[in-house]
Every structure is written in C-alpha cells, then in structure tokens.
C-alpha cells in the first residue's frame, strides 16, 4: 500500500521561509505532486518531482530525494494569502496504469 | 470558464435518499476522477476513467457507489440508500495523460454532501 506523512500544522511569520516535509512509503513510484487548498476551495497544482533535486517555480520550490523516500515544499517571502494546507501526493503504478494518492495535508498558518 | 465544472455545489439529502452528482472536465482531457474529502483529510481516492472506460475503483467506494463517464465526457458518480458517514466534499479532477508524460490534475471546486 501507499502511506505519506506530513506535519499536520505549522505556522510562520509573514515574509518568512518555511518548509512542509512529506516522506512517503509506497509500491511503486513515479514522481511527488503538491496541491495548495484554502479553506472552502479546491486543491489546486503547484508543482512535481519525477526526479531527484529541486523545482522552482516562483516563490515556492519542491524538492525530491527518491532514496530517502522524502520531498518538501518550501515556500519563500510568505504572504497572508499563503494560509491554507498544502497536501503531498504520490503517484505510483497501478494495474497498469498510474494512481494518485494524497497525504493528510500540512495547515499552514501564516501570522503578521 | 474552462475550468472543472461540478453540480450541484451543495446537496442536504435524508438518509436512505439516492443522490447523483455531475462532473465536466477540461474538454481535452481524457482522465477523469473521484475523490472524497472529509474535514482535515486530504482527497481520497474513488475512481478513475480513462475516456469512457473505468480503469479502477476504491475499496472505499462500496456497491452503494456507482460511477458512469458514458460518452468520455461528463461524468456522474450515484450514492445510492445514502447514509451519514457519505457526509462529505466530492471533489472531480481530470488531466490529460499522454505517452509523453503525466500531466497535473485540474480539481473542480466539489460538491459537499450533508446526510442527516
């Protein structure tokens, strides 16, 4: 089966640096995904890993370490509007297709 | 708006009620899913269509569960003899998947169920 784990909350002062760590155990892997949802709203893609190393895109970058089993998102210069949880997901064959599962998602708070 | 599309937003049903709710995906995209999110989880999966056909279902979604894509369109996901623990947000997705690669999913903004 499929399990990720990551930080249920965590809380950071506006125009700071946090990271949301996710490790995962799975049967099968293809690539680490991150979703941003705000309260009420839907998940919505912010970036992927199929390989080892990091990927930017804006103020937010992930990074995978396949051997480790372990990714992180690490957003930069937080905002207000940042608030909201961020969930890690894997994708990982399945029945001869590819599958997606999500972690409990991360609330991130982020405080003035 | 070319975004997903899901309908109704909201459902309140009695508990024993059959329910359906629809689903519009990205017009180009060929896969299509169902996802069920209760409060502080994140999405869980139900079920998946590549085009017309089902690819594979969710322990979770029990024989009260059906899901249709008839056309590789729109599709629509029935709970039938709904019951409390049904109470959540359904969330549909697609995405374009290709031989060159996977692309993001693309979610709807979800249909929240409440049984009473």
């Known amino acids: 089966g499929q399990s990720l784990e990551q930080p249920s909350e965590v809380t950071a002062v506006e125009g700071a640096i946090v990271q949301i760590n996710c490790t995962y155990q799975?049967?099968?892997?293809?690539?680490l995904s991150w979703y941003q949802q705000h309260d009420g709203g839907a998940p919505t893609f912010l970036s992927y890993n199929g390989l080892d190393g990091l990927e930017e895109t804006g103020r937010f970058s992930s990074f995978l370490s396949r051997s480790d089993s372990y990714g992180y998102l690490l957003l930069q210069e937080l905002q207000m509007k940042d608030s909201a949880s961020y969930f890690c997901?894997?994708?990982?064959?399945?029945?001869?297709?590819?599958?997606?599962?999500f972690g409990t998602g991360t609330k991130l708070q982020v405080i003035p | 708006d070319t975004g997903v599309s899901q309908n109704p937003r909201h459902k309140i049903t009695k508990r024993g009620q059959n329910v359906t709710f629809r689903c519009d995906p990205i017009s180009e995209h060929n896969r299509l899913y169902w996802y069920r999110q209760t409060l502080g989880q994140g999405p869980e999966f139900l079920t998946y269509?590549?085009?017309?056909?089902?690819?594979?279902k969710s322990r979770l979604l029990s024989d009260r569960f059906s899901a249709e894509r008839p056309k590789g369109s729109f599709s629509t996901l029935e709970i039938q003899r709904t019951e409390q623990g049904d109470s959540a947000m359904y969330l549909c997705?697609?995405?374009?998947?290709?031989?060159?690669?996977?692309?993001?999913?693309?979610f709807g903004p979800g249909t929240r169920l409440t049984v009473l």
């Open positions: 799975t049967s099968g892997f293809y690539g």
């Open positions: 269509f590549q085009n017309e056909a089902q690819l594979e």
């Open positions: 997901a894997v994708r990982f064959p399945s029945g001869g297709y590819q599958k997606v599962t």
């Open positions: 997705a697609s995405s374009l998947v290709t031989l060159a690669g996977y692309n993001e999913q693309f």
